[in-house]
């Protein structure tokens, strides 16, 4: 009887030994390297697959090498909060095909202190241009029959030089009514965006 309890404990051993471990793959993490310093990032991949894949592939073909932040759009009752946005500047040239929105309804991706989204205009309409939130922001989040904004990811490392770009000093006008006082005087430079791991 014990014989036959060590023999069966040996194969099933053997058999656990046999099967391949397959750990899931990391999350991609990426380098925001600005003339104000370094942000890092870990993005969604698989919660926000699209998001995550458009985004990537600017950093991949280098599309976002040598673009800027442009838009600091801070918050008119907590100070510090906003939001910074950088890209592309609406180079539809330059641009990839827009991507089907992933809304945090679905994702589960909140707009908190930290979080990379995509900009867009009408649903469905995102391309090259993205923010980072400083503070929570929940008024970008899905509700009811409003689809938000598509988060993808979130800070790693970098909070203080998303706070020195959100701070720069901003022009009167804008593109528009919701960027009025919100484009950079001076706009901070994207050295190059890249995968860390």
């Known amino acids: 009887m014990i014989r036959r309890l060590v023999i069966a404990f040996s194969l099933l051993a053997t058999a656990a030994y046999a099967r391949p471990h397959t750990r899931p793959a990391p999350l991609p993490k990426v380098a925001i390297v600005t003339s104000e310093g370094t942000i890092t990032a870990v993005l969604e991949a698989k919660r926000a697959p699209i998001t995550t894949a458009n985004f990537l592939h600017y950093v991949d073909d280098h599309r976002f090498d040598g673009t800027y932040f442009y838009r600091a759009a801070r918050s008119k009752t ?8 950088g890209g592309l500047d609406h180079n539809i040239a330059r641009s ?3 991507i089907k929105h992933e809304p945090t309804s679905k994702t589960g991706i909140r707009h908190l202190d930290g979080t990379l989204s995509m ?3 009408e649903v469905g309409s995102a391309m090259a241009d993205f923010f980072i939130v400083l503070g929570p922001a929940p008024d970008l989040d899905a509700r009811s029959n409003y689809a938000g904004y598509a988060a993808f990811g979130h800070m790693l490392t970098g909070k203080p030089v998303a706070e020195r770009i959100l701070a720069k000093p901003t022009f009167p006008g804008g593109y528009d009514e919701m960027t009025l006082n919100q484009i950079l005087r001076d706009r901070v430079k994207i050295i190059t965006i890249k995968r860390i791991n």
């Not at 907590?78 to 946005?85: A, C, E, M, S, Y």
């Open 119 to 121: 900009a867009r205009n």
């Open 78 to 85: 907590i100070k510090g909060n906003g939001l910074i946005q």
């Open 96 to 98: 990839f095909l827009p």
